[in-house]
């Protein structure tokens, strides 16, 4: 079975600053997609990156990008130039099969 | 192009009722999710349909069911609600074809509270 875990249950960075946020999965699949989806407050949540596990080349999304490594079945969000709109949940998700798994979040909030 | 949108927004039940909790998703988009989000348990899979036929089930008890219609609304459905359904539930569409990347596109949730 798949399991995402995300370690950091909460997260505070300040204004302007990088941060970045944990997230392993297990899986015994080969090809697959991960995620990271961001929860802002009483809002929609919305894809923020995504990473083709076949792809050796971390994915980049202006100042989010991921460190993914396959063999360690680690992929992490980094964060850079922090703004105050960053602040909500972030989760991450493995896909295999049409089937999603997600991890328990992070709220992530940024200090003025 | 309108985003998924999901009825009623908030809702409070009482203990052993049922409630039914509907999703239109993006149009075009033939399979629709569904999801329980708890604090500390993050998203919890219940179930998808495709074009009308649930394609995969999250281990939830059978007083979860849903449904999907040919215009691809779904409808999920709770019997004998129990204090522990109080949740937020989200909906998701995606295109889920062959050359699919996943992406979900979720709606803002229906947030159940069971007294």
């Known amino acids: 079975a798949q399991t995402v875990t995300q370690s950091q249950p909460e997260m505070s960075v300040q204004e302007a600053e990088t941060v970045t946020l944990s997230c392993t999965y297990d899986?015994?699949?080969?090809?697959?997609?991960l995620f990271w989806y961001k929860q802002p407050p009483s809002r929609q949540m919305i894809l923020v990156i995504r990473?083709?596990?076949?792809?050796?080349q971390n994915a980049t999304e202006n100042r989010f990008s991921v460190n993914f490594q396959k063999a360690a079945k680690s992929f992490s969000l980094k964060i850079s130039d922090s703004q105050l709109g960053d602040t909500a949940m972030y989760f991450c998700?493995?896909?295999?099969?049409?089937?999603?798994?997600f991890g328990s979040g992070t709220k992530l909030n940024v200090k003025p | 192009k309108a985003g998924v949108t999901q009825t009623p927004r908030y809702l409070i039940k009482t203990r052993g009722q049922q409630v039914t909790l509907s999703c239109s998703p993006i149009?075009?988009?033939?399979?629709v999710s569904w999801y329980q989000q708890t604090p500390g348990q993050g998203l919890q899979f219940l179930f998808e349909?495709?074009?009308?036929?649930?394609?995969n089930k999250g281990n939830f008890p059978g007083r979860f069911s849903g449904r999907q219609f040919s215009n691809s609304r779904s409808e999920m459905n709770v019997s004998t609600l129990e204090l522990g359904d109080s949740a937020l539930y989200l909906c998701?569409?995606?295109?889920?074809?062959?050359?699919?990347?996943?992406?979900?596109?979720f709606g803002e949730g229906s947030r159940l509270t069971v007294l």
């Open positions: 998701a569409s995606s295109l889920r074809s062959s050359g699919n990347t996943g992406e979900l596109f």
């Open positions: 899986t015994s699949e080969s090809n697959y997609y």
């Open positions: 990473q083709e596990a076949y792809k050796q």
């Open positions: 998700a493995f896909m295999n099969f049409n089937k999603f798994y």
């Open positions: 149009s075009g988009h033939r399979s």
């Open positions: 349909y495709f074009s009308e036929t649930q394609r």
